[in-house]
């Protein structure tokens, strides 16, 4: 399922989905795109990654490098609305016990 994130994120996943046109990109890609050390986006990739905005997987030749893909934004959105719309169905029946 797939969490809101703050602005900062948002805007570092829309220039990196910008420039790599939805394509899949690696942690050096993400570095040289978002212009940031790599240190700063082995900060941001696993938000982006637990957040369900991203999905990493292993290079099936080298083990120890991940491979990132982007999740199609219409899915992103539609989890988001559909988790909103739950928390505002579950206010409304909290309310209602009142």
Request: avoid cysteine.
């Amino acid at each position: 399922m797939t969490q809101s994130i703050p602005k900062n994120l948002l805007e570092k996943f829309s220039l990196l989905y910008f420039v790599k046109k939805g394509e899949k990109f690696t942690h050096t890609d993400a570095q040289t795109i978002l212009n940031i050390s790599k240190s700063y986006a082995g900060q941001v990739l696993p938000i982006l990654v637990k957040s369900g905005w991203i999905i990493s997987h292993r290079l099936s030749d080298d083990r120890r490098k991940k491979v990132y893909e982007f999740k199609k934004p219409h899915i992103i959105i539609e989890e988001i609305g559909k988790d909103l719309d739950q928390k505002v169905n579950t206010d409304k029946d909290k309310k209602k016990q009142f």
